[in-house]
């Protein structure tokens, strides 16, 4: 329909402005990967997105129990990176994480989706616990 990218808006009954879709436009999605890693995500540690020093690595040597969590595809790393500091920061994401996300070849639509998918798993959480 030609008419439907030229005509954006349009006035409801109630005198309310509202968008129409757009044709070109297709919803954000995750594969099931995807949303596998942001699962497995919420039980990282912020301490995971840093690199192991030498002496944390010897120690996991000497005594073991040294598990590295980072992911070996780097646009699954990337992911994985957004999603743990989202289930420990929320909304407050770092912007070079950010961009590191966007650089890795994901679209901000699929960003919101992240964060907002794990802030609603979080508001669940919490009000399951204060029941």
């Not at 996300?101 to 508001?123: I, N, W």
């Amino acid at each position: 329909m030609a008419y439907l990218a030229f005509a954006e808006t349009c006035a409801g009954a109630a005198g309310r402005v509202f968008t129409l879709p757009r044709a070109d436009t297709v919803p954000a999605r995750l594969t099931a990967l995807e949303w596998s890693v942001v699962a497995l995500a919420r039980n990282d540690r912020l301490s995971s997105l840093r690199a192991p020093g030498r002496i944390s690595m010897a120690m996991g040597t000497l005594f073991g129990g040294f598990r590295n969590p980072r992911l070996a595809d780097p646009q699954l790393e990337a992911l994985r990176r957004i999603a743990v500091l989202s289930w420990n920061h929320g909304y407050t994401v770092p912007s070079r994480e950010v961009k590191a996300f966007l650089a890795a070849g994901y679209t901000p639509d699929q960003y919101e989706l992240v964060v907002d998918s794990v802030e609603a798993d979080r508001l669940r959480r919490e009000e399951r616990l204060a029941a």
